[in-house]
């Protein structure tokens, strides 16, 4: 007589680590997403913060050599003069610009990044100090009081005094906008977010 035991398995009894693990994921993933997104955009706006220098430092650099040639020619630069080195600057530096997102602007002229630009003289400079200094940046938003004409901070003359080497001043704002935009997110506790545009 042959005897078999018969084993039943009550599929209750065993709890599958399925749903746990779903659950897990789910409340991790909005945080992960929130860490990636701002690895991504730090590395966004480092690329951008390094262009938006490079821009300002070709920029003066083309209106200083073109200064030179000017002096080298005249001997010494007439009112007209400033406003040509003014659009060699701006030439330049909208053109490097155009690589970066929120550009705004054509050949020649641009509104975003927004920038001013001032030749720093001799104070005994023949014509005098220059007359467009600071005004290339009248449109700038309010967020961009560096480059604004009536920023204080601004000297037509040059700050290492008479008979000094002239040099050129180019100040650059762009307005650099987040992948991920939140703006006035409250959190508990009192404590809140404000992540979106940043000026560099």
């Known amino acids: 007589m042959s005897r078999w035991r018969w084993a039943g398995h009550a599929r209750g009894d065993r709890r599958s680590p ?3 693990s779903l659950v897990e994921f789910a409340l991790v993933l909005p945080m992960l997403l929130v860490l990636l997104l701002g690895l991504v955009d730090f590395g966004r706006v480092f690329a951008a913060g390094i262009t938006v220098e490079a821009t300002a430092r070709n ?5 200083a050599q073109e200064y030179v ?9 007439q009112p007209s003069d400033y406003q040509h080195l003014h659009a060699v600057a701006l030439d330049t530096l909208c053109h490097e610009a155009s690589v970066l997102p929120n550009y705004s602007g054509s050949a020649g002229s641009c509104s975003m990044p927004a920038a001013a630009i001032c030749i720093h003289d001799a104070a005994d400079a023949t014509f005098g100090p220059d007359p467009y200094c600071g005004q290339d940046a009248s449109s ?4 961009c009081a560096d480059v604004s004409s009536s920023n ?5 003359t040059n700050a290492q005094g008479s008979g000094a080497l002239a040099y050129v001043e180019v ?5 650099f906008t987040t992948l991920f935009n939140l703006r006035n997110m409250h959190l508990p506790m009192g404590a809140g977010i404000s992540v979106g545009d940043v000026y560099l």
Do not use: H
């Open 18 to 20: 399925r749903g746990q």
């Open 59 to 63: 920029a003066a650099e083309a209106a």
């Open 69 to 77: 040639q000017i002096i080298r020619s005249n001997g010494a630069l």
């Open 140 to 143: 700038a938003p309010a967020q």
């Open 152 to 156: 204080p901070s601004w000297s037509t």
């Open 171 to 175: 100040r650059v704002c762009y307005r």
